[in-house]
């Protein structure tokens, strides 16, 4: 049994108090989210329930099944939300309402103190139960965990920090199992008071939560106001695109519209029901580390785990649920690693979403246009881990080339120039720097096409060995490029084909001067106009920097190529004098078009200042 003792004052994680501050100073254009938030609570309390019941049936001694209860009481001006779920014991309630553990806080925090439409970004992440902040002057918290005897309180006034205590007597008679949210409102949230109000969003936002939820008037029965059905099992011919566009913000907690929808039922060796979205917009979080997929397993409509990894990790932005058939109730989070049908599932459901993505993207491009923009950096992930599925993935993909923007592998092979048997790509940090790098001069004088990678990901796939049409991609970063036999349509170009230096001579001259500061030192068949550029002898340079910034390898020395058609290149025989200083400066030169620092910056500008005066006492 609860005993009597004071209420425990405690402060809260700093992060929610920075979080609290902007709810309750702040005015949102939107403020019904806290509701959804808090039923959202309720039915994720109501599946645990539901879950642990399996393996721990006196959970649900009662034989009541889990339900919520919505209660507005306008004489104590006070709106309860009520759940007879899994409830939470003291410790739970410290951790769960005093802590946001969560990655990426601080990231969100940031973009909800810029933001105008505050409430959009809180529907759009999801801040659960401190939203109710918003509309409430104080929150009393009273749960029970299933199973327990004790009760306790938790009460806040969105400052500082909180209390909690053992509950009161008639509130822990009151609170069998489960928990009951009580918020005092403000003056101007007296419209949530209404039932009408209630029903509105309720039917708005949370129609299809498994659970019946129940409005308690002060007057009259209670009734349900939500229709308790699970939409994944219904049949398409019965939905409507509202239907769907509704369920996508009640499973996956958002506000934007769903890019794609994809909802079918599998029979044969195994049954199950998909319902799946792609949002329109990409979460805070998507890079996270710790982030996992988010769709749903239930088994026989009981909710299991939302963390089984029923997608890869490049489709973990997907929303929705899968609801088996055939899987055992009591299947634990350890056995859903390594469980075959789940393989299946997983397998079966993966191909299905990229289908899916293939017909956007040949049927609907203003929908796929979308799911690109957000998440195309993800599912580029795919093009490394999936190698299954490379090939329709390289079909997805979209790039800004030379050429243009959204541009397809396949239009690019078939744009492709006469003897040209690579697809060329360039990886970097922006697509202005790679658009002036002189990397692409004479593919831009032979009229070739070159992929503008600037995503992290694209230095880790593009290191695979991969094709498309039977064209290998090669890095214009990397090894030898000979354009030699595709032909020039820059007539500039082929006037400066023939070098203006001997080539044994300066690229002597050149090695001797830089010594152990570059790997080799070669004549370029990359530039046309430029007089020197850097490139990689193994892995492509721009990975070799990610990975030295993950302490997993080191930068290795670069090979530097000159352009013999250059003045500054073929100065350097005649120059004995200042042959050294021309060649480190044609070093310093390739190292910041690389958007890379010499390694002496103050030698650097004093050589260069030295070169400039001495060309200016000459002039």
């Not at 214009?476 to 400066?496: E, N």
Request: net charge negative; with cysteine; aromatic share 8%.
């Amino acid at each position: 049994m609860t005993t009597t003792t004071a209420p425990e004052s405690q402060p809260f994680q700093a992060e929610v108090a920075e979080l609290l501050q902007l709810m309750v100073h702040s005015v949102y254009s939107e403020t019904d989210i806290f509701l959804r938030e808090l039923i959202s609570n309720a039915s994720d309390a109501c599946d645990k329930l539901r879950y642990e019941a399996i393996a721990a049936p006196d959970l649900i001694a009662d034989g009541a099944p889990p339900k919520i209860w919505i209660r507005p009481d306008k004489n104590a001006n006070t709106l309860s939300v009520i759940d007879s779920g899994i409830g939470m014991d003291r410790q739970e309630l410290i951790d769960n309402l005093g802590t946001i553990a969560r990655s990426g806080t601080k990231s969100f925090l940031a973009r909800l103190a810029e933001a105008k439409d505050g409430a959009n970004l809180i529907g759009q992440f999801g801040v659960g139960f401190y939203a109710a902040f918003m509309v409430a002057e104080k929150i009393v918290v009273i749960s029970r965990r299933a199973g327990s005897d004790e009760v306790w309180t938790w009460t806040s006034s969105g400052g500082s920090g909180f209390e909690i205590a053992p509950a009161g007597e008639e509130d822990a008679k009151r609170v069998i199992r489960g928990t009951e949210i009580v918020l005092h409102l403000k003056k101007d949230a007296a419209k949530y008071l209404e039932t009408y109000e209630i029903e509105r969003i309720v039917r708005a936002y949370s129609d299809n939560i498994q659970f019946p939820i129940e409005l308690v008037p002060e007057e009259g029965e209670p009734r349900q106001i939500n229709s308790a059905s699970a939409l994944w099992q219904r049949s398409k011919s019965e939905l409507s695109a509202e239907d769907y566009k509704e369920a996508y913000k009640s499973i996956a907690g958002a506000f934007d519209e769903p890019a794609m929808t994809l909802h079918y039922r599998a029979e044969g060796r195994q049954s199950y029901a998909v319902l799946l979205f792609a949002p329109s917009t990409k979460p805070f979080d998507l890079f996270e580390p710790a982030r996992k997929g988010r769709v749903k397993l239930y088994v026989r409509r009981v909710f299991i785990a939302d963390d089984a990894d029923l997608l890869p990790a490049y489709l973990r932005f997907i929303r929705g649920v899968i609801d088996s058939e055939d899987l055992p109730l009591n299947i634990s989070r350890e056995m859903l690693q390594n469980n075959p049908q789940l393989t299946q599932i997983r397998n079966a459901v993966t191909g299905r979403v990229i289908g899916e993505f293939e017909r956007l993207a040949d049927k609907e491009q203003d929908a796929f246009a979308k799911i690109w923009d957000a998440f195309g950096p993800v599912l580029k992930e795919g093009l490394w881990e999936d190698y299954e599925r490379r090939e329709k993935l390289l079909g997805l993909a979209r790039f800004t080339t030379t050429a243009g923007e959204n541009r397809t592998l396949k239009q690019y092979v078939e744009a492709i120039r006469p003897n040209q048997t690579d697809i060329y790509y360039l990886t970097g940090d922006s697509i202005e720097r790679l658009k002036s790098n002189p990397k692409l001069e004479a593919a831009k004088a032979r009229g070739v096409e070159v992929l503008l990678l600037t995503d992290p990901v694209d230095a880790f796939w593009t290191s695979a060995p991969i094709d498309f049409g039977g064209k290998p991609l090669k890095s214009l970063s990397q090894g030898d490029v000979d354009f030699s036999l595709i032909p020039l349509v820059d007539d500039k170009a082929a006037a400066k084909d023939e070098p203006a230096a001997d080539e044994a001579t300066t690229i002597a001259a050149i090695k001797e001067a830089l010594g152990e500061r570059v790997a080799d030192v070669r004549a370029s068949q990359r530039l046309t106009s430029s007089a020197s550029c850097l490139v990689g002898g193994g892995r492509d340079r721009m990975l070799e920097r990610l990975l030295a910034q993950q302490n997993r390898g080191a930068v290795t020395k670069p090979i530097l190529e000159v352009n013999l058609r250059h003045p500054l290149v073929a100065a350097i025989v005649g120059e004995k004098d200042a042959a050294r200083d021309l060649s480190l400066l044609l070093l310093e030169q390739a190292q910041i078009l690389e958007g890379e620092l010499p390694e002496d910056p103050a030698a650097f500008a004093s050589r260069l200042n030295q070169l400039v005066l001495r060309g200016l006492a000459k002039a």
